[in-house]
């Protein structure tokens, strides 16, 4: 499917809480997940994919935890749903950085946990 022909699902497919898509080419060589603003800020109507799926930001939160059920919880700070990532920073010590449960916050983790390695 060409990338006009995505769009075209994703606008029939109607707004809701789907903030996020996961898709994947035609070589099936590797997933992707973006939130659908970027990915649709980058889409050509020639680019092609074998599929994509919307996802709320639960499932991308799943997804996530998935991947990394250790270093990466939800709690609460001051009343709010937040993010706990435990990572290696730059210089080497163990860091542990709190994010609003959000989209951009989850994906921002995400990239961070899987350095573009998205095979599913």
Known sequence: MTGYEVLKQM???GKDKRCFIK?????????????VDTFLANLKPDHEFAGF????LEQ???????REPRRVTVGQRHGEKV???QHMAEDGTMREEIFP?????VMT???GETRGDTMA
Do not use: G
């Open 83 to 85: 993010i706990r990532w």
């Open 53 to 56: 799926e919307l996802l709320t």
């Open 23 to 35: 898709w994947w080419r035609k070589e099936n060589d590797f997933v992707d997940y973006e939130l």
């Open 101 to 105: 449960f959000a989209p951009k916050a």
């Open 60 to 66: 991308m939160w799943q997804e996530l935890h998935r």
């Open 11 to 13: 606008r029939h497919a």
């Open 109 to 111: 983790v995400f990239d």
